[in-house]
Structures are given as structure tokens and as C-alpha cells.
């Protein structure tokens, strides 16, 4: 059984914008699967329905084996233990540690008041500063997240996903905002990710030469509606015109070979 | 710049990783119990407690200290309960008329309004003169020091100290809330002045304009939005010092009816409506100030 | 060309009628307050004068000087015990009032009306109401410096969270945290320098506050100036005005030293 799998979800903002219409797909444990698409299209909303920091309007979502749509408190916080998620402004708690957001990740697992208070064990403290080392970040562990630069800050957001132990890691732009040099150490990162702890990757892109280099399986999305979804080998640049809705010469990015 | 990314994916090569315990063993801090330590380690953080600990102690300590004169606390709450109830639920005009209350409603807004324009017009050219990247350090230090001086004097002092000299009523009133926002609105202008780009001023300079021409074109429009704001900030702060001045120091206004109904005819009913129509000006002030803000935007 | 000419002619335009239209309700308001603006700008030299003349501590006020530094610093005591209790229960409450936490949207609204009721009743209709039932008691001057600063934090503190912490709260509810947790781990830490700056600034106003309740309520520092300046001692009326200034600047050079550390 696919790791996730919409079924003809749609979502309307305020019973007027159509963010997603329609859509349906699914996943297997372990892909890295890009979703392309112009800005506004419904990328962030689709990603955002799975964990549901957004609420579909209609159609099911099925993770791990259960319906996401109908999930209730308990069941919710335990999806969202399961389905990290990396955002393009960090979103990190900017005047604590690097080691206590990257803690962060293990708040869905932890009973109220020891979460509130901060108090993790020796062990999860131990975990952190691993992964704190492989992102390359145990210099940096003790400063606080806003003495960081922007590829640190999306490695810290990383650390945080992993912490979680998740089977899904959501990535909602996540090198939008970093110098190309930083943002191909985050995009080496996820694809390692992947590949040695198989944690299935679900990345928003709006570069199309990174989405085609990373990733096997691409889904093209266009005003909320899916217009192309398979292998990264299928993808022409017809296709990539018809998802960005641009004639050639309007497209700044071109299919590399 | 994106083809970039994948330009830099052949030259980069992926981090080293060396995953010995002993490693990362290098960068924990450990408690002295041998606890790994998470916070950061800032002088910030210990600040921030330290300030919490002082606060809270200061605030012990004053519950401590304090002369209760051993008044009877569930009484007197249940009272003043009775009493808020009588004020805010059974409001009532019983010695004024709809009318008067109105007008002296008015008296309040206008006794605002003059201290406001005043302290503004007062402030603004104030303010030119310390601003650091306007005027002389000197003459910016000792304008500063003046104005914190006369921003520490409680408003109802000011109107205090100037109804000696000018007898209570309306002058002393302007007079005293001008001073307060006089102080006040040099220093807030000041800072907006000081906000803005160096480069507009420059550019000004270099063409020879003169210190006049600057302020006009280059100081007035590009702090006239913070400027308007603050004003107006300070606007709905002095219609609510206006409405104190009356009922404390005899400044007229509605302030004036309020301490007529509260501290000498005591009667609740009529303080629950004048205080209502002073909450329902207000409330409609803030409103048009932030239209006015919105707009000047 | 033609165009350009417009717009200066526009703004000119704009900025005569705006002039106009100030010195029209200047001299409205004038009018109806019965302020005679020639007597206000000529009441400035004359206070000054008298300031400087009269309001000279001598060696009868320095006597009362003990007198004055303990209600001086009970004065400073109150406006921290006020500040510190409502920001505490300011915080809550505002957690309940913004949009980041998104509990009950009614809820929301409740928390904001009785955040505006309580900044917008005047503190003098606060201080007037506990006399009744309080007396000249500390603790009138507590509860109606109290009121007002709860209703004013309020406002402030929603603010502060809803442009911090809206980010790292959406992070931490995908990481499947729930309430307290965001409230302690996210947005506390983000807001804090936010309150920090906020709470020092109410503890420096609710002493200059606590001198206008004094004089109502017979109470504190504000009680002693009102006694001597109706007893015609300036001199030691004036003490009484130094030592509030010279505590407020103590406070607000302190507050600045705080803010730069913390932020």
C-alpha cells in the first residue's frame, strides 16, 4: 500500500479561491518526489493538507494507513510526529539554541509539562548533537539560531525533521530563499536523507534544473490542478511550458539535456 | 543564478562526515551533575532571567511591605464589586444634562487638540535640532538631557506647577499637557529623523540645497508617516491625560464632572455614563486615527 | 510636462488646505476650551521664571527629605508589583485574544473587547470607584493602576506574539506540539524581548500614573505634593517633583541599559 495517497482533494479558501481542485495521487515508502509549479499554484496547500496545518475541503488523504481528513486530536498529533516538515523561512524559534530547536522535533512524542519546560533526556539530548553533527553544525550547536546564516538556519530545519523520526519529510521550498551555493548542500542533505535512512521526501520546487536533478518522479502542478505527474525522464519542455503557463522564450530556467 | 545550483553541484562535494562519539563529545557542555546542557549560551539569556528574578522578588518583597492598614480584603472587594456593578450596569444622568455633558465632552477633545498641535509644531522644530544626523552633537546632548528631564514630570505636576503661575483653568491645562507631549514628541521625532536613509540628506547636500530646502524636501516626506503616527498616538494619550487633568487638578472637561460625581456627590450612577461616553469617544478616536494613519500611508 | 505640473500644484495645494485646516480647528478649539493663546504663550516665560525662582529645594524641605523617599519608594515598589502581576496575567490572557493560537473565535473576540474596556475606562474613574470601598489604602492605588495597565499589556502583547512567533507556532504545530508546548517552547522565547521592552516602559509610566492616582486618592507620593503645594511650601513641593524625575530617569536608563543587553 502507497505511503500516501490523495484522493480527489480539492480546497477553497473562504468558498472563493480554488487552491487545489481535484487532486489525486500517490506515494511509495522511500521516493523523492518534487512538486514543481508557478507561485500561487497550490504547491504549499497540497503540502500543508497532508499534516494538516490546512484542512482539505474535500476528498480523503490517506498516510500510513490512515485518513488524514478525518483524524482527531490524538491521532493528529501523532501523524504530525510521523510527516516533518522544512519551510522556506526556517521557522525556527530564532532567540533559543540550535540544540534545543533541533529538540523541537521531539515535542509531538513528549508529555505536556516536560515538553513545555524543555526537559529532554540524556539520550534524545545525545541524538541531537549527532544529527547536529551531520549537518555539519556542532560548532554552531550553543548559538542561538538567529547568529546563523540562512544555509545553517534550513540545516537546523532539517536536524529538526530528522529528530522527529519521521517516515515524511514535507519540504515547502526549501532553498527559495538561499544563495546557490547553500542551497545545494540542503538539497545534497535531503537526497542523503533519503537514500540512507529512507525517509520518503515530498519537496515544493520552483526550480525546475534542481527538481530534475534530485528527484526520480516529478509532479507538475497548475492552478491547483495536477498537470503532469511521473518520471523525471518524461518531463519535455512542452510539459514545462504547459505547467509555468509561459511560451519559451518567457522562461528563464531551461531543461538542461 | 539557478543554473548555477546545478553548476556548483559537480564542484562542491558533500561534507565530510566523521561520526566518532568522542567527537561530538567536544562540543557538549555538561552540567555539573553531567547533565548536557541545551541552552544558549548568550549573556542575553542571563540577563533575561536575572531581570525576571529581580522583578518577581521586587514584587514579593512589596506585597511584604506594604501598609494594608489591615482593611478588611473580602469586604472592600465585595464592595467595590457591588460598586462596579452600580457604575457600569445602572448608568444614569441625574445632575447633568445630555447636552452639558456633551459640551464638556468637547472642552476635553479641544483641550487635547490644542496641546497636541502646539506640543507637535513645538516638537517638530525641537526635534531638528537633535536629531544626530542633523544637528551638533553638543546641542543634541543637551536638548536630549532637557527633554527626558521634562518627560519624567508627571502631566498633573505640570498642570499643577503652571496653574501658580497662570491660575487653574484652560491655560494652565494646555499649558501642562503641552509640555508633557512637547518632550514627548521631540524625542519620538527626533528618532524618525534619525531612522532615515543618510543617503537622501547627502544627495540634497551635494546639490547645494539649502538647510531649509532639506527639511522640506527631504525630512518632511520621508518621516511625515511616523510622524503623523506618533502625533496621533499622542493625540488619544492627551485626550486621556485632558480627562485625568480635570478630574485632578480642576482642568475642566468632562474630567471635571467625573470628579464632581465620584469624590463629591458620590453618585455612582451618573460617574457609569460619563465614564461610558469617555470609553465610547475614545473608542471612536482610535478608530479615526487609524484612518488617518492608513491614509497618510 | 503638464502632468508635473499638476502634482506640484496638487500637493501645494493639499498641503495649504491641510494648513488651513489646522489653524481652523486650532482656533475653534480655542474657542470652545476658552484658551486665550496669546495668555498660553505668554504663561510659558512667567512659569518658567517662577520655576526657576520657587521651585529650589531649601534646608526646611531637605528635612522632610526621609518622609519623601519612603513614599518614593513604596511609590517604585507599587509600580513594579502592579506592572509585574498584570503582565503575568496579561500574558494568558492575550495568548486567549490572538490569532496565532487560534483556540475560539469567540473567545478571541471577548478577550479583546475586555482588553479595550479596561485600557479605555480612565484610570481616575478606576481610582474614584475603589476609594469608595478601599479607602486611602495602598491597594486602591494597586488595583486602579492595576486595571489599566492589564487592559494596555494586553493589547500590546497580542500584538508582539502575532508579528513574532506566527512561524516558529506553524513549525512547532507540524512537529505535532500541542498548546503549552508552543506557548513555553515557541512563542515565549520569541516574544519575550518584546514584553521585556513593553513591561519596562509600564513600570516607568505607572509611577509618573501613581502621582496623578495620589492626588486623587490621598494616597502615596502623589498625596505629599498635593499636601505641600496646597500648603504653599513650593520648596518642598519641589523636592517632592526632583525625586519622581530623578527615579523615572534612574528607571528609564536603566530599562535602556536592559534593552540593549537583551535584544
Known sequence: MALLSFQNVSKTYNNVTKALQDVTFSIEEGEFVSIIGPSGAGKSTLLRCINRLVDASQGTIFFDGHNVTLSKKKELRELRTKTAMIFQHYNLVDRLSVVENVLHGRLGQKSTISGAAGHYTEEEKKEAFRIIQEMGLEEQAYKRCDELSGGQKQRVGIARAIMQHPKLILCDEPIASLDPKSSKVIMDHLKSINQTKNITCLVNLHQVDVAIKYSERIIGVTAGKIVYDGPTSGLTKDMIHEIYQSSEHDLITDVQG | MINETVAMAERVPLREKSHSEVDVERFISRSRKGKIKIGAKSKSQLAVKLLVLVLLGITIFAFFTFDYQGIDFAKAVSDTLHNIKTVFLEPELTRDTVGGVLYQLLVTFCLGTLSTIIGAVLAFFCSLLCARNLAHPVCVNIIKSVVAVARAVPTVLWVLIFAVSAGLGSVAAVAGLTFHSFAYLTKAYAESIEEMDPGIIEALKANGARYWQIVCQAILPSTITSMVAWTFMRFEINFANAVAMGAAAGAGGIGFNLFMAGNFYFDLHEMGLLTYIVVIAVVILEMISTKIKAKVK | ?263
Open chain 3, 1 to 263: 510636462m503638464q502632468k508635473t505640473m499638476d502634482v506640484f500644484k496638487k500637493r501645494k495645494l493639499t498641503y495649504t488646505l491641510v494648513f488651513l485646516a489646522f489653524i481652523a480647528i486650532f482656533a475653534g478649539a480655542s474657542i470652545v476650551a476658552e484658551f486665550n493663546p496669546v495668555d498660553g504663550i505668554a504663561s510659558f516665560p512667567v512659569a518658567i521664571q517662577w520655576i526657576a525662582t520657587n521651585l529650589i529645594p531649601d534646608a526646611a524641605a531637605m528635612e522632610r527629605l526621609p518622609k519623601i523617599l519612603s513614599e518614593l519608594a513604596e511609590t517604585a515598589l507599587l509600580s513594579v508589583a502592579v506592572t509585574v502581576v498584570a503582565a503575568v496575567l496579561a500574558f494568558f490572557f492575550s495568548l486567549l485574544g490572538s490569532n496565532i493560537t487560534r483556540i475560539n473565535g469567540i473567545l478571541k473576540r471577548i478577550v479583546r473587547i475586555v482588553a479595550a474596556f479596561f485600557r479605555n475606562v480612565p484610570d481616575v474613574v478606576w481610582a474614584m470607584l475603589l476609594m469608595f470601598s478601599f479607602g486611602q489604602n495602598v491597594l486602591t492605588g494597586f488595583f486602579a493602576l492595576f486595571f489599566t495597565t492589564f487592559g494596555l499589556l494586553t493589547r500590546a502583547f497580542i500584538e508582539t506574539i502575532e508579528e513574532v512567533s506566527s512561524n516558529c507556532v506553524e513549525a512547532l504545530d507540524a512537529t505535532g506540539a500541542n498548546f503549552f508546548q508552543k506557548v513555553f517552547q515557541g512563542i515565549f522565547p520569541s516574544s519575550l524581548p518584546g514584553i521585556t521592552t513593553w513591561v519596562l516602559y509600564m513600570i516607568e509610566t505607572n509611577i509618573r500614573s501613581s502621582t496623578l492616582i495620589g492626588i486623587l486618592t490621598a494616597t502615596g507620593i502623589g498625596y505629599l505634593f498635593d499636601l505641600y503645594y496646597k500648603r504653599l511650601d513650593f520648596a518642598s513641593a519641589s523636592l517632592v517633583v526632583l525625586s519622581i524625575v530623578i527615579l523615572v530617569l534612574v528607571i528609564e536608563t536603566v530599562s535602556n541599559k536592559i534593552r540593549k543587553v537583551i535584544l
